[in-house]
């Protein structure tokens, strides 16, 4: 059993920045392909970004240039860090881990004046 926990979250002003991350339990987490994903008000879950166990990276094209994804293996976390913040990141963030297919309980992002 895997256990992916979420931090990070919160208010922010536009233009803000966030980091969030996600602490994973179990073994082999350096193997397995990491994502985060989101869900708007009102609107389907959708990928944010994603990272390989080679550390290739894949962005939604609404958050190319704004997000970063990384890992460190040796803390079993991954990172999503958030610059130039919009009202349209506002969401549930979740983390996933992508070939056991576990999910976290989700962080609040909020982007509001």
């Known amino acids: 059993q895997v256990q992916l926990v979420e931090s990070g979250g919160g208010l922010v002003q536009p233009g803000g920045s966030l980091r969030l991350s996600c602490a994973a339990s179990g073994s082999f987490f350096s193997i397995y392909t990491m994502g985060w994903y989101r869900r708007p008000p009102g609107k389907q879950r959708e990928l944010v970004a994603r990272?390989?166990?080679?550390?290739?990276?894949n962005y939604a094209d609404s958050v190319k240039g704004r997000f970063t994804i990384s890992r460190d293996n040796a803390k079993r976390t991954v990172y999503l860090q958030m610059n130039s913040l919009k009202p349209e990141d506002t969401a549930i963030y979740y983390c996933n881990q992508e070939q056991t297919n576990y999910w976290g309980q989700g962080t609040q992002v909020t982007v509001s004046s």
């Open positions: 990272i390989t166990n080679g550390g290739n990276t």
